[in-house]
């Protein structure tokens, strides 16, 4: 696998993981047996808050906004809560936004949307068949794990 395509599974390793803090933090901060966007719509969550350590949050449609000191991070939920989908947009945007260092070569938009298109081609990211977010790519070695 080429350097900038290895550089481009780190990013989207820490996307996920900044996600899944986020998505954490926030089902700590509102104690509910139902998901996230449910408890959001059944007003268990309110639309906009602010958590710990400075984080805030907004929903909007079938996905949640944070902001924390080092960036900010756009989630769209697809199944059973799960919050480790993206898209080019999203990642893009997270690199973009997020204070870390070591993507420089992907900060041009050509490059990183080659990169990404190769990933999807060798199958390492894939778009599941599924009903919510049907525009997310997940992992392959995560989808394995989900329901439909």
Known sequence: ?????????????DYISCATYMCSTLRDSYITNETLLRSRRINLIPKDGELSEGITFSFHGTG???????????????????CDGFDDYRLYEFLEQTKSGGYKELHDKYVFQGEFEKLISAGVIIKPDWELNSHLFYLRERVGNATK
């Open 64 to 82: 949640c906004y944070f902001e924390f000191e080092n960036g900010n991070i756009d989630i769209d939920f697809g199944p059973d809560d799960r």
């Open 1 to 13: 696998m080429a350097e900038l395509q290895k550089m481009m599974l780190e990013l989207i390793g």
